[in-house]
């Protein structure tokens, strides 16, 4: 008993020793806290009180309207829908691609492996733009962006492509860590690879298969430059982009209030995943980085 | 093993095939095209003139080309130590043995999950406001007129405003990584180091900092590839026509792919564009082996 309270007295010490590092998170927190609690506070107010400062008066009330407002008045619902199915078709797809992928580079040794290994390393730090031109080039010579439907293709097909080398490369240890003993079983039981692969090493690799899917969910989601090269039309726009267009148009239309209603609209998707899913994110990047 | 041939082959090409027509070949292509004039982005090969490195030339004779780079340095030197100066003390912090330690990191790296657009929106339409903004109210409240009265959005502190928020954004990602990196250390060097006698602070400059080298080469390497990507965020902070405050060089090149408003300043040009694409690609490279060169962490066992 005795030396349970000793410790618990050196620990209250401690945590005081700890006082100016609490101050410092504490000061951090409660700004990030009082910029989203005023936007979601101005997104229910009106544009009136947001420049007279008194948006927490609410003197006419909260307003919701300010919300429907943004979603049909300012199309916000379309850039929702394209930035859902974006997100969505290419989170899939990148899955069936690198998952398969990045199993027989870590398994298996073939005309071009290495080189594809360290290409896939390379191109993580190319600058985007150094890819754009000659695809801007062909993809419009080609006139891929008149069509609504070859114009969506084209996006979902970038959205992938840029996101290939990550996935592959952040899936790899996932696989690796799989045993080789399940594949051998399989064989001598007179199961073909691909299946062996899909049915048991496929669902073993769940944890990384998670975690990339939802960091690329998060980043087709906000994803801003390609679109702005590659969307042609303003039914296609995803949120980010369409988010844009309404702060340049603001200073015509001045809905400050409607303003906030969007950026709350286009924040809450990520940040809802965040809430739930945070440990795979956190978990992600730390146990992911070698040293 | 005729059945593995099959499955590597099926496995394997489809994403070779993608990563190859848009990774491989357009970065070889823009590589090609820098030395080049192409007027306009669609022009067939046949009206390509070669001129060399003449786009290279004109573009560092071009002044607001070179601000664009001036920008990009002081955001990546300066916004280098911040980021990486603050995200480690934070990680320090949460490693100190603080209490809801998943809290406050959640909260720190939230702000990477957000849009940027979102992000930006938020800082220069609240935080930066002069009449009803966050930092203005805050500095009347407690009695700074100077401070409040500061136009955090006019030419003369645009690039301030722009640094600061861009860093608070980012701080959290790079804190992750830091903690990662000390979570990977013995506690047993920590404990062998107190009874030594040394302090908390001492333990943070003579265990911690030195073991953390390859973490810290990880960090700047990938600060240097997010600075050359620099985009967004000068977009947000100067929309319609580029300041010469805040651009970069991937403003620059959008304007001299597609023209801009201020088409005085820059004339449309296929060829210069790739040019700045190859810079910033360099400027990724020389990065990637100053740090690797200056830092060394291959004798330390962790």
Same mark, same amino acid.
């Given at each position: ?18 006082a ?27 544009t009136g009180d ?78 985007i ?9 062909? &993809? ?19 959205f ?25 079983a399989?064989?001598?039981?007179g ?18 298969? &998670?975690?990339?899917?939802i960091?690329?969910?998060i ?27 309404? &702060? ?9 209030s ?28 730390t ?5 | ?6 499955m ?18 357009p @970065? ?8 080049f ?11 390509w ?36 100066g @603050? ?55 407690i009695?700074l007129?100077s ?5 955090w959005?006019?030419?003369d ?36 180091s107190?009874?030594d ?34 985009f ?36 449309r040009?296929?060829?210069s564009?790739?040019?700045?694409? @190859? ?5 990724? @490279? ?17």
């Amino acid at each position: 008993m005795a030396k349970k309270k000793s410790s618990q007295g050196l620990n209250m010490r401690g945590q005081l020793k700890l006082a100016p590092g609490y101050l410092v998170l504490a000061t951090w927190v409660s700004f990030t806290f009082v910029v989203l609690f005023w936007v979601v506070g101005a997104s229910l107010s009106t544009t009136g009180d947001i420049f007279r400062g008194t948006i927490f008066d609410f003197s006419t009330g909260l307003h919701f309207e300010n919300y429907s407002r943004a979603w049909i008045g300012s199309n916000v619902s379309v850039y929702f829908a394209n930035s859902l199915v974006y997100a969505v078709i290419s989170c899939t797809l990148l899955i069936v691609l690198c998952a398969p992928f990045a199993y027989v580079l870590v398994r298996h040794r073939f005309p071009g492996s290495t080189l594809l290994k360290t290409g896939l390393a390379a191109a993580s730090g190319v600058p985007i733009i150094m890819v754009i031109i000659p695809l801007y080039m062909i &993809i419009a010579r080609a006139g891929l962006l008149k069509d609504e439907m070859t114009n969506r293709i084209v996006l979902i097909t970038l959205f992938v492509g840029t996101k290939v080398p990550y996935t592959t490369i952040f899936l790899q240890p996932y696989f690796d860590s799989v045993s080789r003993a399940y594949e051998e079983a399989a064989s001598i039981d007179g199961c073909h690879p691909i299946r062996a692969f899909w049915q048991i090493v496929f669902p073993m690799a769940q944890g990384g298969l &998670i975690t990339v899917t939802i960091f690329n969910f998060i980043n087709i989601w906000n994803e801003y430059f390609l679109s702005l090269l590659f969307v042609n039309s303003e039914k296609l726009r995803p949120v980010a982009l369409g988010l844009f267009s309404m &702060i340049n148009g603001m200073q015509f239309s001045g809905d400050w209030s409607g303003l906030f209603a969007s950026v709350m609209i286009v924040f809450a998707p990520t940040f809802l995943i965040y809430i739930f899913l945070s440990k795979y994110i956190i978990g992600g990047l730390t146990g992911g980085v070698k040293g | 093993m005729k059945r593995n041939k099959t499955m590597i082959a099926a496995f394997a090409l489809p994403a070779s095939i993608l990563f190859v027509a848009i990774f491989v070949y357009p @970065v070889i292509r823009t590589v090609f095209m820098s030395f080049f004039s192409i007027q306009e982005i669609t022009d067939s090969f046949s009206s390509w003139v070669f001129n060399g490195i003449d786009n290279y030339k004109s573009l560092m004779g071009n002044a607001l080309y070179r601000t664009s780079w001036i920008n990009l340095l002081k955001i990546f030197f300066l916004g280098g130590v911040i980021t990486l100066g @603050v995200s480690l003390l934070m990680a320090a912090i949460l490693k100190s043995g603080v209490k809801l330690k998943g809290f406050w990191q959640a909260v720190i790296y939230m702000p990477n999950i957000i849009s940027a657009v979102a992000m930006a929106t938020m800082w220069i339409q609240y935080v930066f406001n002069s009449t009803y903004g966050f930092l203005h109210n805050f500095f009347k409240a407690i009695g700074l007129e100077s401070l409040a009265n500061i136009q955090w959005l006019s030419p003369d502190m645009k690039f301030t405003a722009l640094l600061v928020s861009y860093c608070f954004g980012t701080i959290g990602h790079y804190m992750l990584i830091w903690l990662s990196g000390m979570e990977r250390i013995s506690p047993d060097i920590y404990e062998a180091s107190s009874i030594d006698g040394a302090s908390k602070v001492q333990q943070f400059f003579y265990v911690t900092m030195p073991l953390l080298r390859g973490i810290f080469k990880t960090n700047l390497t990938m600060w240097a590839i997010s600075c050359s990507g620099f985009f967004i965020w000068s977009k947000l902070f100067s929309p319609i026509t580029a300041d010469t405050s805040t651009i970069v060089p991937m403003i620059y090149m959008y304007e001299k792919l597609f023209g801009a408003a201020n088409t005085d300043s820059v004339t449309r040009d296929a060829g210069s564009a790739a040019a700045i694409g @190859v810079m910033l690609c360099i400027f990724v @490279v020389v990065m990637f082996f100053v740090v690797n060169k200056t830092i060394k962490d291959d004798d330390i066992e962790m």
